[in-house]
């Protein structure tokens, strides 16, 4: 067990140390210190397992919260409120949320409180399925972008979606990402993503709630539309140094997309050819729970 | 100390010499980067960043000053490595020298291997004191005469000269490793030697440069599987089939030539487990072996990680009979550390001639030394400031707690870019030679 004095915020710190030295060798003289590295990449791995282990409470913090909320909605039932239908799409869609194995994207940095958080998460999540009736109530009607495969599947539980046996359904796992909003599907180990930013539009003319919600998300939405894609923030990642300069570079964000990398190896991060789609294709996130520790160097 | 049989270990060390330039500005190119005495202590050899190889050698004892042992001049510079660059790979190969060796002297010359991250090269240096004069057809600058001058013969004979020092590459040993060289170790059969990169191992006979043989090879078939490095190697002083190499991991194997070609499979491993309370974020960095060394009885061989120095019995394998803590104050600013890349520096370690006594670098110039027997230890500075001739060296102190005595040093004022990575200890008597970054500073026991 690590030390618990290095928090979550440490680990951070550290994964931007870490992949700045690796970048840094790249260029130094005498070509790249195979041992160096492989020391950087140790430290690169404890401290995304810190990270992770982070995420995952916050995550189990929300999920215990919003079971909280669900009961207390049930309780609220009694007094007819236009919050149900949403409700009832908030209690399935952060069960896929929080059902997420892969929920190294699912986890991105929020250093926000538990409670913004767990709110946040409902805005997004009403949001979602929401985009395509609320169209009809909208008076901007903005198509409606999300297309999770959790969409098509039975309202069960997501988590059955894991099962070897459920076959009749493509083995399929769904990821949330609080902070940017995007929702991420590896479907047989293909990645699909999607952002949902426009969907958020969608519920800007909703009730009241769904108004305190936009405010709160006014704050985040300049990332989403900074980092909605994958392949931006890949690419961002792959710049010369200017770009591990950057004041966003240590944007929680920007570090759980650049785990994603690292879950290709740092083939991923050696290779300027690769395509995105190229990376995606290959199991980015199936691989993510094998951290490849490994440089390949020559 | 130094088999004099004395009853205590109060050995005072005195300041000798120090060479190199006094600028505080350091060229790159004149970073120590190794130091190394030859078997009988009368020569030491340092190699630099630029790729040159200096070597020292000790004036006789002068009868008019018994109290103080020979200096260390300057005997032979030549240029051992040059940078160059590997157009295959667009690498640039760094002419930095990793390692000397000396080999045990044969006749009256000196032979030793120097290395870069590539190539080894075995040099022959000799001296020359002599010149022939008086040929019959050449004049004395070496022009030839015109036959029809000559008119008598005589018998060439050897004149004196002053003394020249040549140092002439007889064997370059080249594109046998693909990853870093970080050990070369000549063995006591004085024929072969292995040297070592981060994932194999070859040995090589010195006769022959265009072959050698893999003795160890930890590549994996994928390298993302790697897990670990090989940081140095060395054979047993006395038993000429054995050898030892430590990896990152902190292991160290000792591996028995005669049990197969490929030594892949260790005959001993040494490690010791870790210790769940100190595990950090960079447990992994401080626990990986930077130097290993054998006593000179065989019976014993070191280990330097970051923070330590451990001694093992070759005897036992699970743990270490001797552990030394160089600068466990170290422990709590490792992230620091590890900011800076000073975590990444490799310490050197060395024994005494006896054995008794084990030596080793840390920051701000300071060097601390172990007593075996008398389970004393002592933190020495190497400084322009104490370097006046003869004076002894006064024990220095690094405070660890909230109050600061007077003349300890606080942790926070230690400076982590004056380092001393490179050390060696004289095979007979008390002198050291301690590498600062790019001074040589020569220490000697202070003789009543």
């Known amino acids: 067990m690590i030390n618990t004095m290095e928090c979550a915020a440490d680990a951070q710190s550290l994964i931007s140390i870490s992949l700045m030295k690796i970048h840094n060798s790249r260029t130094q003289r005498g070509g790249i210190k195979l041992h160096k590295n492989l020391l950087v990449s140790y430290v690169l791995r404890n401290a995304r397992q810190v990270y992770i282990k982070e995420k995952y409470a916050e995550i189990y913090r929300m999920q215990q919260y919003e079971e909280v909320m669900t009961v207390c909605n049930e309780i609220q039932e009694l007094n007819p409120l236009d919050l149900d239908a949403e409700d009832?799409?908030?209690?399935?869609?952060?069960?896929?949320?929080?059902?997420?194995?892969?929920?190294?994207?699912?986890?991105?940095?929020?250093?926000?409180?538990a409670a913004q958080l767990a709110v946040h998460t409902r805005a997004a999540v009403s949001a979602l399925p929401d985009c395509c009736p609320l169209e009809e109530s909208s008076k901007e009607p903005e198509p409606c972008y999300y297309r999770s495969c959790c969409m098509e599947t039975s309202p069960v539980s997501q988590c059955e979606q894991f099962s070897a046996n459920s076959s009749a359904y493509c083995n399929k796992t769904t990821v949330l990402d609080l902070d940017t909003h995007v929702v991420t599907t590896v479907e047989n180990g293909y990645l699909h993503q999607?952002?949902?930013?426009?969907?958020?539009?969608?519920?800007?003319?909703?009730?009241?709630?769904?108004?305190?919600?936009?405010?709160?998300?006014?704050?985040?939405?300049?990332?989403?539309?900074?980092?909605?894609?994958?392949?931006?923030?890949?690419?961002?990642?792959?710049?010369?140094?200017?770009?591990?300069?950057?004041?966003?570079?240590?944007?929680?964000?920007?570090?759980?997309?650049?785990?994603?990398?690292?879950?290709?190896?740092?083939?991923?991060?050696?290779?300027?050819?690769?395509?995105?789609?190229?990376?995606c294709s290959k199991q980015v996130l199936a691989s993510l729970g094998a951290w490849t520790r490994a440089i390949v160097a020559f | 100390m130094a088999g004099t049989g004395d009853g205590s270990s109060d050995v005072q060390w005195c300041f000798s010499q120090v060479k190199g330039a006094i600028d505080d500005e350091v060229a790159e190119a004149d970073v120590i980067s190794t130091v190394e005495f030859n078997h009988s202590g009368e020569l030491l050899a340092t190699g630099d960043k630029g790729g040159r190889v200096v070597i020292f050698q000790q004036e006789p004892e002068s009868k008019n000053q018994p109290q103080c042992r020979g200096e260390y001049?300057?005997?032979?510079?030549?240029?051992?490595?040059?940078?160059?660059?590997?157009?295959?790979?667009?690498?640039?190969?760094?002419?930095?020298?990793?390692?000397?060796?000396?080999?045990?002297?044969?006749?009256?010359?000196?032979?030793?291997?120097?290395?870069?991250?590539?190539?080894?090269?075995?040099?022959?240096?000799?001296?020359?004191?002599?010149?022939?004069?008086?040929?019959?057809?050449?004049?004395?600058?070496?022009?030839?005469?015109?036959?029809?001058?000559?008119?008598?013969?005589?018998?060439?004979?050897?004149?004196?000269?002053?003394?020249?020092?040549?140092?002439?590459?007889?064997?370059?040993?080249?594109?046998?490793?693909?990853?870093h060289i970080n050990s070369i170790s000549v063995n006591s059969d004085c024929e072969t030697y292995l040297s070592a990169d981060d994932l194999r191992i070859n040995l090589w006979n010195l006769e022959i440069n265009d072959r050698s043989f893999n003795i160890v090879d930890i590549k994996p078939a994928n390298m993302e599987e790697l897990t670990e490095v090989i940081t140095a190697a060395e054979f047993h002083p006395n038993q000429c089939n054995t050898f030892v190499y430590s990896s990152s991991k902190g292991t160290i194997r000792l591996c028995d030539m005669r049990a197969a070609a490929l030594c892949d499979q260790h005959t001993k491993l040494f490690e010791e487990p870790e210790d769940p309370n100190n595990r950090s974020f960079f447990s992994e960095i401080i626990s990986s072996i930077s130097d290993v060394k054998f006593s000179h009885s065989g019976r014993y061989m070191m280990t330097r990680d970051y923070l330590s120095v451990k001694v093992w019995d070759l005897n036992m394998e699970t743990r270490p009979v001797e552990t030394y803590q160089v600068h466990d104050y170290l422990r709590s600013k490792l992230c620091s550390l590890y900011e800076n890349d000073c975590i990444f520096d490799k310490f050197e370690c060395c024994w005494n001639g006896n054995d008794s006594v084990v030596m080793t670098g840390s920051y701000n110039n300071f060097f601390r030394m172990f007593d075996r027997g008398y389970r004393q230890d002592v933190t020495l500075e190497a400084s322009r400031e104490n370097s006046k001739p003869r004076s002894v060296l006064k024990p220095r102190k690094v405070s660890t707690g909230g109050k600061r005595k007077k003349d300890e040093i606080s942790v926070d004022c230690l400076d982590f870019n004056k380092k001393i990575l490179h050390t060696a200890w004289h095979p007979l008597d008390n002198i050291i030679a301690v590498a600062t970054t790019n001074n040589l500073y020569i220490f000697q026991e202070k003789l009543n």
Not at chain 1, 93 to 112: D, I, K, T, V, Y
Not at chain 2, 107 to 113: D, I, P, T
Request: with cysteine; proline share 4%.
């Open chain 2, 73 to 179: 001049n300057v005997y032979s510079t030549f240029q051992s490595h040059e940078p160059e660059f590997d157009y295959l790979k667009s690498l640039e190969i760094e002419e930095k020298i990793n390692k000397i060796r000396w080999l045990p002297q044969k006749n009256a010359a000196q032979f030793l291997l120097s290395t870069n991250d590539k190539t080894i090269k075995l040099w022959k240096i000799s001296e020359r004191d002599k010149r022939p004069e008086g040929y019959n057809l050449k004049e004395e600058d070496g022009r030839y005469r015109d036959f029809n001058t000559v008119t008598t013969l005589r018998v060439p004979v050897f004149m004196p000269m002053d003394l020249m020092v040549e140092a002439s590459p007889r064997r370059v040993f080249a594109n046998a490793h693909t990853y």
């Open chain 1, 88 to 113: 009832a799409e908030d209690e399935e869609q952060a069960r896929a949320a929080c059902c997420g194995e892969e929920a190294s994207l699912c986890g991105a940095a929020c250093h926000r409180g």
């Open chain 1, 194 to 279: 999607d952002c949902c930013c426009d969907a958020l539009q969608c519920g800007q003319s909703a009730q009241s709630p769904a108004k305190k919600r936009k405010v709160e998300f006014g704050c985040c939405v300049s990332d989403v539309e900074e980092i909605s894609d994958f392949a931006a923030a890949r690419k961002r990642a792959k710049r010369e140094d200017c770009s591990f300069f950057h004041p966003d570079y240590t944007d929680t964000s920007h570090i759980s997309n650049l785990i994603s990398i690292f879950g290709s190896g740092f083939s991923g991060l050696l290779s300027r050819q690769a395509d995105v789609e190229q990376i």
